[in-house]
């Protein structure tokens, strides 16, 4: 499980790099935005594999951490822009 929880933590990292690439980081969060997002593509992969693993079985644990990684990776900065364009 050692080996499949750092494939996780790779394909988050690798969803959250082709979010940077996409430009999704929003310009609130700084110069350093990108590292967050990187951050939340790396957690929200390793979770997703996680509860894919529980729920689905070894096999699906991998194809739910890519979805939920892109779901998070693509929500997150949105939520997170909306709000902030709310306050000020």
Same mark, same amino acid.
């Given at each position: ?8 933590? =790779? =394909?988050?990292? @690798?969803?959250? @790099? =082709?979010?940077?690439?996409?430009? !999704?980081? +929003?310009?609130?969060? #700084? +110069?350093?935005?990108? $590292? ?5 593509? @790396?957690?929200?992969? !390793?979770? #997703?594999?996680? !509860?894919? &693993? !529980?729920?689905?079985? $070894?096999?699906? #644990? &991998? @194809? ?10 693509? =929500?997150? +900065?949105?939520?997170?822009?909306? $709000? ?5």
């Amino acid at each position: 499980m050692v080996t499949l929880s750092i494939l996780w933590i =790779l =394909l988050g990292t @690798a969803i959250g @790099a =082709l979010a940077i690439a996409a430009r !999704l980081r +929003p310009s609130r969060w #700084g +110069p350093s935005g990108w $590292r967050i997002l990187l951050l939340i593509g @790396a957690i929200a992969g !390793l979770i #997703g594999g996680w !509860l894919g &693993t !529980l729920i689905y079985g $070894r096999f699906f #644990g &991998t @194809a739910t951490s890519v979805w939920i990684a892109v779901l998070c990776v693509v =929500l997150i +900065p949105w939520v997170a822009s909306r $709000r902030s364009a709310k306050r000020g």
